[in-house]
């Protein structure tokens, strides 16, 4: 299993970034897909994270309303289209892969695949 981000980069406050994940060797539609990130010093936390056909999708409050998790099952892919991006959104950015059978975890549970992750740097 490969997931690969991009995307990443330096923006300023408010601006606007797109983060794209390129999953390869696994079944894609059969993963719930998360981003995750973590700012130095500081626990890797989860930002969002969709269900294997799209349909439902939850975000950390931190980003609610600023943030849109999207996926496209037939390119293998998963964006992160942040908006009105913070200081504090600073981080580096992880894709991660859940297998539908673990279903019955916390969404923040169970990731089995992780990309290399991708930097995202707002300054002020």
């Known amino acids: 299993v490969q997931l690969v981000e991009s995307g990443g980069g330096l923006v300023q406050a408010g601006g606007s970034l797109r983060l794209s994940c390129a999953a390869s060797?696994?079944?894609?539609?059969?993963?719930?897909m998360g981003w995750f990130r973590q700012a130095p010093g500081k626990e890797r936390d989860i930002v969002a994270t969709?269900?294997?056909?799209?349909?439902?999708?939850y975000y950390a409050d931190s980003v609610k309303g600023r943030f849109t998790i999207s996926r496209d099952n037939a390119k293998n892919t998963v964006a992160l289209q942040m908006n009105s991006l913070k200081p504090e959104d600073t981080a580096v950015y992880y894709c991660?892969?859940?297998?539908?059978?673990?279903?019955?975890?916390?969404?923040?549970?169970?990731?089995?695949?992780w990309g290399q992750g991708t930097q995202v740097t707002v300054s002020s």
């Open positions: 060797g696994l079944t894609f539609s059969s993963f719930r």
């Open positions: 991660a892969a859940r297998p539908q059978y673990k279903t019955s975890l916390p969404l923040q549970d169970g990731y089995d695949a």
């Open positions: 969709i269900s294997w056909s799209g349909g439902s999708t």
